[in-house]
């Protein structure tokens, strides 16, 4: 089985874009990881979940290899590798994160600064390369 990786591409806010995703996925059920390579975009990024809807919390933590995950929360990593599971990741980083292609589902947010859109591009090629499955989606 291959990975299906889904780019969104031309999000005018791309934090906030990943939380309307990771709502969407935790109402499926799934297991979902976030790989944040960059401390500051991490720190962003839990900050936004806890305020992004004010009638709403998206349950989420920093993960530390050897504490018990829990069913329906967030997983914020540096390095994907580190999750304990294999299903859903959503990618903030610029590259293509470690152990990528073994994830079931990858979701990829792609901002409008010529810098994301480059660094977006490099990341389709990679997934296409390693046999990855690829849509792609506005987020405008």
């Known amino acids: 089985m291959s990975c299906q990786v889904s780019f969104y591409s031309d999000a005018a806010e791309p934090l906030h874009f990943a939380c309307r995703l990771l709502r969407r996925a935790l109402a499926a059920g799934r297991p979902v990881g976030v790989c944040a390579p960059d401390e500051a975009l991490a720190r962003r990024l839990d900050a936004l979940l806890w305020s992004f809807e004010p009638a709403e919390f998206l349950p989420h933590r920093r993960w530390q290899a050897g504490l018990e995950p829990r069913s329906g929360e967030v997983l914020i990593v540096p390095d994907a590798a580190q999750l304990p599971h294999r299903a859903l990741l959503l990618n903030l980083g610029e590259e293509v994160p470690a152990e990528a292609l073994n994830f079931e589902r990858v979701l990829e947010v792609v901002g409008r600064e010529e810098s994301q859109v480059h660094a977006g591009r490099q990341r389709y090629r990679i997934y296409q390369r390693g046999?990855?499955?690829?849509?792609?989606?506005?987020?405008?």
Request: charged content about 20%.
């Open 131 to 140: 046999g990855a499955r690829l849509d792609h989606f506005s987020a405008a």
